[in-house]
């Protein structure tokens, strides 16, 4: 299979339904969203997340693939036996676990914190903020445009990404700069 195909060369592109859309159509942009946002997680892995968060950042990847699919979908044709292609409340769940795990690590919030620290720790917040980009984008489509846990996975999302660039800078001995 080659990497081109020139059928997006006049600036649309195709949906999984089929469906020929302006690359600028608000649904192309939510999931490209989401898609930055993946590539942000690859930065951290390779910025040197340690295993433990490199692991995790790793099945988020495989989730935000499978909820870039779904925005792809308007017409949801994706069999719901497409098991990788799925975001339900258990991997909302994880996400919720992952947060109390690393929180327990934390000091408490006293005041809001500057992103920064770690070059994996700055990524995380930066990633952090795409994930806001990519979920102001979802809500924009409108609630019947997509599954309503995906929308909630993104939202726990964001959270979990703020709560993992601090443990990140935690575990790296970068102290929090208070705002």
């Given at each position: ?20 859309v ?75 676990g ?19 620290g ?16 990519a ?11 997509f ?6 996975y ?9 709560v ?16």
């Amino acid at each position: 299979m080659k990497i081109y195909t020139r059928t997006g060369d006049g600036g649309d592109t195709g949906l999984f339904d089929g469906t020929r859309v302006s690359k600028a159509d608000p649904r192309v942009a939510t999931y490209g969203d989401v898609d930055e946002l993946n590539a942000w997680l690859g930065l951290v892995r390779a910025a040197g997340a340690d295993d433990e968060i490199g692991g995790m950042l790793e099945q988020i990847q495989r989730d935000l693939f499978a909820l870039g699919a779904r925005l792809a979908d308007p017409a949801r044709r994706i069999a719901e036996r497409v098991t990788k292609a799925a975001v339900g409340s258990d991997d909302i769940t994880r996400l919720e676990g992952w947060i109390d795990h690393l929180e327990a690590e934390l000091p408490p919030l006293r005041r809001f914190i500057l992103a920064g620290g770690s070059d994996a720790g700055a990524s995380l917040h930066v990633a952090r903020t795409v994930c806001r980009r990519a979920e102001r984008a979802m809500v924009a489509l409108g609630a019947d445009a997509f599954e309503p846990e995906l929308l909630v996975y993104v939202n726990r999302l964001s959270d979990l990404l703020f709560v993992m660039a601090r443990a990140v800078n935690r575990r790296a001995g970068v102290a929090e700069t208070e705002w």
